[in-house]
Nanobody, 127 residues
């Protein structure tokens, strides 16, 4: 059973930066396409960014393109989300997700596509 644990959330002023981490255990990390999702109060969980098995393929929601960067280190079983130029509308609980695949080009952007989820980490951006 795969376990995903997010960390790095916190309170930051608008325009600031944070780096989220997602550490995996209990599985073969290099066999998972990965993604970040977020959920603001009263809203549905939404896609933020995704990355393929080797990191060659990535995709972002238009709302974070140019500000957020997703990456992974398969040797450390960890995925990252570097968040710059943060805005109050980025405030949410951020979740990492994993999808089992053997296809190196696979990425995913929908919640039903995930096989595993972390517990989430809160990001709050003050204006």
């Amino acid at each position: 059973q795969v376990q995903l644990v997010e960390s790095g959330g916190g309170l930051v002023q608008a325009g600031g930066s944070l780096m989220l981490s997602c550490a995996a255990s209990g599985g073969t990390f290099s066999s998972y396409a990965l993604a970040w999702f977020r959920q603001a109060p009263g809203k549905e969980r939404e896609f933020v960014a995704t990355i393929s098995l080797t990191g060659r393929y990535t995709d972002y929601t238009e709302f974070v393109k140019g500000r957020f960067t997703i990456s992974r280190d398969n040797a450390k079983n960890t995925m990252y989300l570097h968040m710059n130029s943060l805005k109050p509308e980025d405030t949410a609980v951020y979740y990492c997700a994993a999808r089992i695949t053997s296809n190196r080009s696979v990425i995913f952007t929908s919640t039903p596509a995930a096989n595993y989820w972390g517990q989430g980490t809160q990001v709050t951006v003050s204006s």
